[in-house]
């Protein structure tokens, strides 16, 4: 049974950094991608970092390249995303999420990312001074 925990979320004033975690279990990374997608009030999700389980490849959706940061622990079977320069805009519930294909992070755009997958409770992140 796939599980997917998130931690990590806060209040944090603009310019400031969080680092969000989630401890997966249940399958094999090295057969998915996994990442984050969030969700703001009144708004569609849209996907924001992903990274493939099987050869590490990341990528980023616009608005967050340069300030956020995916990565992996395959030892603890975690993924963490490392969240900088943090705008108002970025405050929305992120979800931690999987795909069946390890290569959809570099070979699609964020619109079909983790739409087959299965994702977690997600945590509140808000940027607010």
């Known amino acids: 049974q796939v599980q997917l925990v998130e931690s990590g979320g806060g209040l944090v004033q603009p310019g400031g950094s969080l680092r969000l975690s989630c401890a997966f279990s249940?399958?094999?990374?090295?057969?998915?991608?996994i990442g984050w997608f969030r969700q703001a009030p009144g708004k569609e999700r849209e996907g924001v970092s992903c990274?493939?389980?099987?050869?590490?490849?990341?990528n980023h959706a616009d608005p967050v390249k340069g300030r956020f940061t995916i990565s992996r622990d395959k030892a603890k079977n975690t993924v963490y995303l490392q969240m900088n320069n943090l705008k108002p805009e970025d405050t929305a519930v992120y979800y931690c999420?999987?795909?069946?294909?390890?290569?959809?992070?570099?070979?699609?755009?964020?619109?079909?990312?983790?739409?087959?997958?299965?994702w977690g409770q997600g945590t509140q992140v808000t940027v607010s001074s």
């Open positions: 999420a999987t795909d069946s294909d390890p290569t959809i992070c570099t070979d699609y755009s964020t619109t079909y990312w983790f739409l087959d997958g299965s």
């Open positions: 990274i493939s389980g099987s050869d590490g490849s990341t």
């Open positions: 249940g399958f094999t990374l090295d057969d998915y991608a």
